[in-house]
């Protein structure tokens, strides 16, 4: 900054000392003589000291309020009721594990996956309290064609190769201050667990590609009618599920397909009408925990094997029995711990090789997660499924079911870079010692941009006795996705 220093002002040659400084001698009208001489020559001439008359001032304040008022219109334009976002995503895999195949089986070593996929969500909104959302998503497998399609089953090919579904379409609405609606396709998550289900039923799951993809993007939309009604920090829900959806499980011929022939005819019930399934959920949020009780009326997502004609030659479908599940999830934080606890009864489950029985199961999950490292979350579960009133008819092929499934998952993850790089293990075992067959998933997601995110990372799987299990062994693979999200 700079300061200007007064600097001395000289006079004429021609002027006298005393004629310089004769003027510092007269006195200076005072502020108030000034206002009012001002005042006077206002009231005399109508014009004041910058010549100005009072139109004139008050000409200003009208031109003011004149620009004002043009320019509202453009301020008060409102938003558009209509949102569009969605993602264009490639993903690809290459197994790295198998070996030669034998004469008339599929060559399932290198290139397996190379599919580019784009998901639209469209949401728009009626008013304050009514919305409606529609979500899209296309897919096409390049592999197929890459590798000859003459390779692959029919049912691969049918069900890999491309896709073109309707996701979530819905629309969510106010009916009182305390009373909620949501009626269309739909994602309802119950439980607390992240990597185990057991009270969590209501949508089936893509299990097409087991442990490449967390549960949470592996639920499938089911069209239901949801009602929620409030009371102070309790909620309940009852669901009526129109549309009768079942798990997308692997399909003969495909490399994670355990047998070397095609499963029996497969009966599923028709949606809507009387088939409809119900739900209701009570839950309440308090202060560092949660709890939540459930009843389900649905049918098993996994089916059983029933005789339906004696023949020559018998024959033999693939059912799907109608279920009762009582459940139960809970939620405590203490401190950086987290604990989890699901139990669920499930009465109704029928066996191939005792006709006409009913059997239930009793499922309990118990989950520790530990934040206090930083930028570090680990967390183990484990759950045991135990089939009550177990004989070993149940044993027997094809039921081969076991007393106790048990089931755990370890979970680590940890952030570098600012929260932009996060490295994640997930490793799955089936049977105490891993017998039933295990996998572990290794991946690393990059935020290049907000926009833009690089996952990558290898799967290894280890065979076991359970059926899903048998011959998953040689399917270990590496994959890479990248995902632009706009």
Request: charged share 30%; glycine share 8%; aromatic share 12%.
């Amino acid at each position: 900054m700079l300061f200007l220093m007064p600097t001395p002002s000289f006079a004429e040659d021609k002027a006298t000392l005393n004629e310089i400084i004769s003027g510092f001698d007269e006195e200076k009208p005072s502020d108030d003589a000034l206002d009012g001489l001002l005042k006077g020559f206002k009231e005399e001439t109508g014009v004041d000291e910058k010549g100005r008359t009072d139109d004139d001032i008050l000409k200003g304040f009208d031109d003011e309020s004149e620009s004002t008022k043009s320019e509202s219109p453009e301020q008060e334009q409102k938003p558009s009721i209509y949102s569009l976002d969605g993602y264009i995503k490639l993903g690809a895999s290459y197994n790295i594990a198998h070996d030669a195949p034998g004469p008339g089986k599929t060559d399932w070593r290198g290139l397996s996956r190379l599919r580019p996929e784009m998901q639209l969500d469209l949401s728009t909104k009626f008013s304050k309290s009514w919305k409606a959302f529609v979500s899209g998503k296309g897919s096409y497998d390049f592999a197929y064609k890459i590798r000859g399609r003459d390779e692959f089953t029919e049912p691969v090919l049918d069900n890999y190769e491309k896709e073109l579904e309707l996701r979530e379409a819905y629309v969510l609405g106010s009916l009182s201050d305390s009373l909620d609606i949501k009626a269309g396709r739909q994602i309802v998550v119950w439980g607390k667990s992240d990597n185990i289900r057991v009270t969590d039923i209501l949508n089936p799951l893509d299990m097409r590609e087991p442990g490449l993809t967390d549960i949470e993007d592996l639920r499938l939309p089911v069209t239901m009618t949801r009602l929620d009604y409030y009371i102070g920090k309790l909620s309940l829900s009852g669901i009526a599920l129109h549309e009768i959806r079942f798990n997308k499980n692997p399909e003969y011929g495909s490399d994670f397909y355990p047998a070397a022939t095609p499963l029996p005819l497969e009966d599923k019930p028709g949606s809507w009408g009387g088939n409809t399934e119900f739900a209701i959920a009570v839950s309440g949020v308090f202060s560092g925990w949660d709890i939540a009780f459930y009843w389900a009326d649905i049918y098993n997502d996994l089916p059983h094997t029933e005789l339906v004609s004696n023949g020559p030659p018998p024959q033999i479908e693939m059912k799907h029995a109608r279920l009762k599940m009582y459940g139960s999830a809970f939620n405590m934080a203490m401190g950086n711990w987290l604990l989890k606890a699901e139990a669920a009864y499930f009465d109704g489950m029928k066996f191939f090789n005792e006709p006409g029985k009913t059997h239930s199961r009793t499922d309990v999950l118990a989950g520790i997660e530990y934040s206090g490292f930083k930028d570090t979350t680990i967390s183990l579960e484990a759950v045991n499924r135990h089939i009550n009133s177990f004989n070993d008819r149940l044993e027997r092929p094809p039921d081969k079911a076991n007393e106790d499934e048990f089931q755990s998952a370890l979970r680590i993850e940890k952030d570098f870079l600012n929260d932009t790089l996060t490295f994640t293990l997930l490793a799955s075992t089936f049977g105490l010692t891993g017998q039933d067959g295990t996998f572990q998933r290794f991946s690393v997601e990059y935020d290049l941009t907000d926009s833009v995110k690089i996952t990558g990372g290898a799967v290894l799987y280890q065979s076991g006795d359970l059926a899903r299990h048998k011959n998953i062994g040689d399917n270990d693979r590496i994959f890479v996705e990248i995902k632009y999200s706009f």
